[in-house]
Nanobody, 129 residues
Framework: HVQLVESGGGSAQPGGSLTLSCASP????????MGWFRQVPGKERERVASIYLNSHRAIYGSSVKGRFTFSKDSAKNTVFLQMNSLKPEDTGMYYC???????????????????????WGQGTQVTVS
């Protein structure tokens, strides 16, 4: 059983920063595809970023590119989403997800959606206002 535990959400002013963490205490997901998604009520879940964990290149959604950075600490089985220059439209519930059946190419694909991931965290709220 893969458990993902998110933390780091909260409130920030426009232009501010937050860092989200996603830890997996009991699972080493070195060869998995990891994703960060966000959702606001009434809208579909949007992929913010994804990375194949034995690579160093993350793929970002156009709305966050240049502002958000995906990083990892493999020794701690933890990934991070550094969010800078926050905007009110970044408000939403943020989820991390992982899937070991998604290969490197697909993990970077624009066709990768939330339905491709089998393991999810509980979500952490981010509010920018």
């Amino acid at each position: 059983h893969v458990q993902l535990v998110e933390s780091g959400g909260g409130s920030a002013q426009p232009g501010g920063s937050l860092t989200l963490s996603c830890a997996s205490p009991d699972y080493a997901y070195e060869f998995d595809c990891m994703g960060w998604f966000r959702q606001v009520p009434g809208k579909e879940r949007e992929r913010v970023a994804s990375i194949y964990l034995n690579s160093h290149r993350a793929i970002y959604g156009s709305s966050v590119k240049g502002r958000f950075t995906f990083s990892k600490d493999s020794a701690k089985n933890t990934v991070f989403l550094q969010m800078n220059s926050l905007k009110p439209e970044d408000t939403g519930m943020y989820y991390c997800a992982t899937e070991d059946r998604v290969d490197r190419t697909f993990c970077r694909s624009s066709s990768l959606f939330d339905t491709d991931f089998g393991y999810w965290g509980q979500g952490t709220q981010v509010t920018v206002s």
